[in-house]
T-cell receptor, first 118, second 113 residues
C-alpha cells in the first residue's frame, strides 16, 4: 500500500531556530501533498496544500512566510517553520494520495513530527 | 470553503454496545467521506470510507451511512471492544482543489470493559 514517510519524528529546539520537516511518498508519486497541524486533543487543521513545481496554497490564517513549503519533486515536500517560537509547538503531519488511482482516494498520512520550541 | 461538524466530542460505551458518531458537511461538491481512527501520538488510520454515489457501506463491525440531501454521514461501530477506544475523525473531500480533505473536530471514544 501507499506509504508516506515523515522526518524527523521529534524536534526540540530553541526559540528563533528554523526547523525543516520532510514528507516523502515512498512508493507513489504525489503532485499534491497536504500539511496539517494538530494541537493536543484537537482535530487536524489543514495548513496548506503543497503543489509540485509551483507555490503552495495556504489556508486562511496561516502565515506563508512563517511556514515555508517547498515541493520540488513528485515524492518530496518540505515544511520549514521559520524563526520558531513556543506558540509554534505542535504536532505537524503531512498526507498525500496515490494519484495514479483515479478518482477521490484516501489520504495516506506520515507519522507526524512533534515540534517543541523552548 | 468546506466545513465539517462532528458530534459527540466524547462518547463512552460499555463493551459490546454500539457507538454512533455523526457528521455534517457544508459543501455539496464534496463527494468522498473517509473516517479515520487515531491513537494517541500516532498517525490517523483510514478505517472506512464512502463515496457520494453510495448510501451505505459496511465492513465487519463498522458501517457508514451517507445522506447527500441532508449532508449527513455517520459511523456505526457494533459490538465495541476496548481496542476500539481512540479518537475518530470524519472528513470530507471534493474532487477539486487537489482533493484536499477537511476534518471534523473528532470524537474521543471510550469503550469500558
Amino acid at each position: 500500500g501507499a506509504v508516506v514517510s515523515q522526518h524527523p519524528s521529534w524536534v526540540i529546539c530553541k526559540s528563533g531556530t528554523s526547523v525543516k520537516i520532510e514528507c516523502r511518498s515512498l512508493d507513489f508519486q504525489a503532485t499534491t501533498m497536504f500539511w496539517y497541524r494538530q494541537f493536543p486533543k484537537q482535530s487536524l487543521m489543514l495548513m496548506a496544500t503543497s503543489n509540485e513545481g509551483s507555490k503552495a496554497t495556504y489556508e486562511q490564517g496561516v502565515e506563508k512566510d512563517k511556514f515555508l513549503i517547498n515541493h520540488a519533486s513528485l515524492t518530496l515536500s518540505t515544511l520549514t517553520v521559520t524563526s520558531a517560537h513556543p506558540e509554534d509547538s505542535s504536532f505537524y503531519i503531512c498526507s498525500a494520495r496515490d494519484e495514479l488511482r483515479q478518482g477521490n482516494q484516501p489520504q495516506h498520512f506520515g507519522d507526524g513530527t512533534r515540534l517543541s520550541i523552548l | 470553503g468546506e466545513n465539517v461538524e462532528q458530534h459527540p466530542s466524547t462518547l463512552s460505551v460499555q463493551e459490546g454496545d454500539s457507538a454512533v458518531i455523526k457528521c455534517t458537511y457544508s459543501d455539496s461538491a464534496s463527494n468522498y467521506f473517509p473516517w479515520y481512527k487515531q491513537e494517541l501520538g500516532k498517525r490517523p488510520q483510514l478505517i472506512i470510507d464512502i463515496r457520494s454515489n453510495v448510501g451505505e457501506k459496511k465492513d465487519q463491525r463498522i458501517a457508514v451511512t451517507l445522506n447527500k440531501t441532508a449532508k449527513h454521514f455517520s459511523l456505526h461501530i457494533t459490538e465495541t471492544q476496548p481496542e476500539d477506544s481512540a479518537v475518530y475523525f470524519c472528513a470530507a473531500s471534493m474532487g477539486t482543489g487537489g482533493f484536499k480533505t477537511i476534518f471534523g473536530a473528532g470524537t474521543r471514544l471510550f469503550v469500558k470493559a
